[in-house]
C-alpha cells in the first residue's frame, strides 16, 4: 500500500473526554506514547494529570471476587471505591497497586468480600506517585457477582480479535461486535482465544474483495510481528484503542483465555522458527523465549487471576452460581510439538493437555455440583486444522480411531462418562465461523464417551474463513453451520460474517438456551438443552 503512516509513540493525539459512565468517547487514534500533552487541558508539575487512557476491565469472578484492571499514563497508584448502588451510597474504597514502569503502567487487584449476585458499580481513579494531589479524573464501570442462589444468567463468547489485516477502521465504526454483546446485557463474556494478533501486522490500507479499501488505525508497535515485550504489549493496547471495546469492559466481565496468536501462528513450546519460510521476519527465532514475552504481556493486560504456584496458568474453574460452572482450559501450553498426528499410543509427542492440566479438570468436573458444566476450550473437538503439509494444529487428524493428541481427548471423555459428570457443553472459537455440534458415540470412532454438544462461533473482528473439514473419531454431526461461501476466505467484518454465542440459563427449570447470533445480533440458531438429572 502507498503513503502508509504511523503514528508513533511521539505522535499523542489521545482523547480522555468521559461521559455517563466514564467511558472515554473520543476515539483515540494514536499510541502508546503519552509524555506530551492531555486533551484534558490540566496541567500539573510535570505537565500532564494521570489518565486511564484504555478504560477498566474486571474478570475472573469467583465467590466474592473479581479482578479489577486499568492502566495509568504515568506512575500512578490504583484506587477503587465500590458500592452496590449507582449513585455510591454506601460506597467504600480500597487501595489498590501502583501502575509502574515495570508492568507498563498496568494495575490490577484481586478484590475481595463483594456481595453475591449483585451489580457492583465501581470507580477507578490514578493518584500521581509523585504528587498525591493530583488525581486523575474517576473512569466508572460496574460488574455482576456470581449468585448465591439460583437465578437466571446470560453470558455471551466469541474469538479472534483484529486478525488477518482487519484492525480498527474508524469510518466504518470500529470493532462493532463488542458493542452488539453489550446490547445484550450479558453478565460476562468468554473470550475463546486469539485475544490479539501479534502475528497480525497491520497496514494502514487494505484492499477487500470488492475492491473497496478497508482503512486501519496503525500505530508502531502493530507494523511488524510482535517479538520484544514493548511490541506485544503494544499488541493489547492497539485492541484498546478501540472504543466499543473499552465500553465493552468496563460493563462486560471477562474470562479471557490464549490460543496461537497471542504468541505466533499455530505455535508450541520449544519449537524453533529458523529456517521456516513462513516465518522468515523473525529476528528472534525461539518459541519458548517468544512465549515469555507475549505471556507477560497477556497477564499484564487481561484481568486474569495469577496462579501462586504457576503464575502463567491460564486453566482454571470458575463457579457462577448454583447453576453454572466454567472451565477454562488451555489447548496451547502443554502441548507436544505440531506433526503428523497419528501416533497409535500416548506419550510426550501426543501431549495436548498435559498430566497435570488432565488432572484438575478431572478433579474439578467430578467435584462440580453446578447444574452446567461449560468447558470453555481455546480450539474445538472435531475440527480438523492443518499446520502445513500432513502435520496438524488441533486434536482432529482425520477420520479413524484415536492417535496423537486425540488420546487427551478421548481420556477427558471416557472419564466423563465413567464419572457420571452430567450437563457437560464445549464452547470455543478459532475457526473463524459459527456452528452447532452434536457428538454421537453411535456415529463414532470412538465409543466411550456420553453425547455432547459443542458450539463453535467467532470471529469478532478478523478474517472469515471455512468451513473445516470434520473428523469422524468422536462422531460429530453438524446441525448448524454459517461461514464464507465456498471458494472464498479472509472476508472483511464489513462482509457481516462476524459471529458471537449467547447462553442463556433459566432460573427456574435451569433449561439452557443457547442462540449463535451475526453482527447484528440477530439470530441464527437456537438451541435448547434441558438438564440431565
Known amino acids: 500500500m502507498t503513503n502508509r503512516k504511523l503514528l508513533t509513540r511521539r505522535s499523542l493525539l489521545q482523547n480522555t473526554a468521559l461521559a455517563g459512565v466514564g467511558i472515554a468517547t473520543g476515539s483515540i487514534i494514536a499510541s502508546r506514547g503519552f509524555a506530551q500533552s492531555a486533551a484534558t487541558g490540566i496541567i500539573t508539575s510535570d505537565g500532564v494529570r494521570p489518565t486511564m487512557p484504555y478504560g477498566v476491565q474486571t474478570g475472573d469472578l469467583l465467590g466474592d471476587r473479581a479482578v479489577i ?88 463468547w466469541s474469538g479472534d480479535t483484529a486478525g488477518q489485516g482487519w484492525g480498527i477502521n474508524l469510518d466504518w465504526g470500529g470493532m462493532k461486535m463488542y458493542e452488539t454483546m453489550r446490547s445484550v446485557e450479558p453478565a460476562f463474556f468468554i473470550h475463546s482465544g486469539d485475544t490479539i494478533y501479534a502475528d497480525g501486522p497491520l497496514e494502514a490500507e487494505k484492499e477487500m474483495p470488492n475492491g473497496d479499501i478497508w482503512k486501519n488505525v496503525v500505530i508502531e508497535e502493530k507494523s511488524k510481528d510482535a517479538e520484544t515485550l514493548r511490541e506485544f504489549r503494544g499488541q493489547y493496547a492497539y485492541n484498546l484503542m478501540d472504543e466499543n471495546l473499552r465500553r465493552f469492559n468496563a460493563e462486560v466481565s471477562m474470562f479471557a483465555q490464549w490460543d496461537d496468536h497471542e504468541v505466533t501462528n499455530n505455535w508450541y513450546p520449544t519449537e524453533d522458527l529458523t529456517g521456516d519460510p513462513k516465518k522468515s521476519g523473525y529476528k528472534e527465532t525461539s518459541v519458548d523465549l517468544l512465549t515469555a514475552r507475549a505471556a507477560q504481556a497477556f497477564f499484564e493486560y487481561m484481568p486474569l487471576r495469577r496462579h501462586p504456584a504457576e503464575p502463567e496458568r491460564v486453566y482454571g474453574a470458575f463457579s457462577y452460581g448454583p447453576s453454572l460452572d466454567i472451565f477454562r482450559i488451555d489447548k496451547r501450553t502443554y502441548r507436544g510439538p505440531n506433526s503428523s498426528n497419528d501416533q497409535e499410543a500416548p506419550g510426550p509427542e501426543t501431549a495436548f493437555l498435559g498430566e497435570d492440566q488432565k488432572r484438575w479438570l478431572k478433579q474439578s468436573l467430578l467435584g462440580s455440583n453446578a447444574t452446567w458444566k461449560v468447558i470453555a476450550s481455546d480450539m474445538p473437538v472435531g475440527l480438523v486444522v492443518g499446520d502445513g503439509e500432513n502435520q496438524f494444529e488441533n486434536g482432529a487428524n482425520g477420520d479413524g480411531p484415536v492417535r496423537g493428541r486425540e488420546f487427551d481427548l478421548a481420556e477427558i471423555l471416557r472419564f466423563i462418562r465413567d464419572n457420571g459428570v452430567k450437563n457437560v457443553v464445549w464452547l470455543t472459537a478459532d475457526v473463524h465461523y459459527t456452528a452447532a455440534h452434536y457428538y454421537d458415540p453411535n456415529k463414532a470412532q470412538f465409543q466411550e464417551f456420553a453425547p455432547f454438544w459443542e458450539f463453535v462461533t467467532g470471529p469478532i473482528h478478523a478474517g472469515s474463513f471455512g468451513p473445516n473439514k470434520l473428523d469422524n473419531t ?42 449463535l447470533k451475526d453482527l447484528t445480533g440477530a439470530t441464527l440458531y437456537t438451541q435448547e438443552l434441558a438438564p440431565e438429572v
Open 474 to 515: 468422536f462422531g460429530p454431526e453438524v446441525k448448524f453451520v454459517k461461514a464464507p461461501p465456498e471458494g472464498q476466505a479472509n472476508l472483511p467484518p464489513s462482509d457481516g460474517l462476524q459471529f458471537f454465542g449467547q447462553v442463556d440459563i433459566d432460573g427456574d427449570s435451569d433449561v439452557m438456551t443457547v442462540s
Open 69 to 156: 484492571w486499568s492502566r495509568a499514563n504515568k506512575p500512578a497508584r490504583m484506587m477503587v471505591e465500590l458500592s452496590t448502588k449507582e449513585s455510591f451510597a454506601g460506597s467504600w474504597t480500597v487501595r489498590g497497586p501502583a501502575a509502574i514502569e515495570s508492568g507498563d503502567f498496568t494495575a490490577k487487584m484481586d478484590l475481595s468480600g463483594l456481595p453475591a449476585g449483585q451489580k457492583i458499580h465501581y470507580k477507578v481513579t490514578m493518584v500521581d506517585l509523585a504528587d498525591h494531589k493530583i488525581v486523575s479524573e474517576p473512569y466508572a464501570g460496574s460488574l455482576w457477582t456470581p449468585p448465591a442462589a439460583k437465578q437466571s444468567i446470560r453470558f455471551v
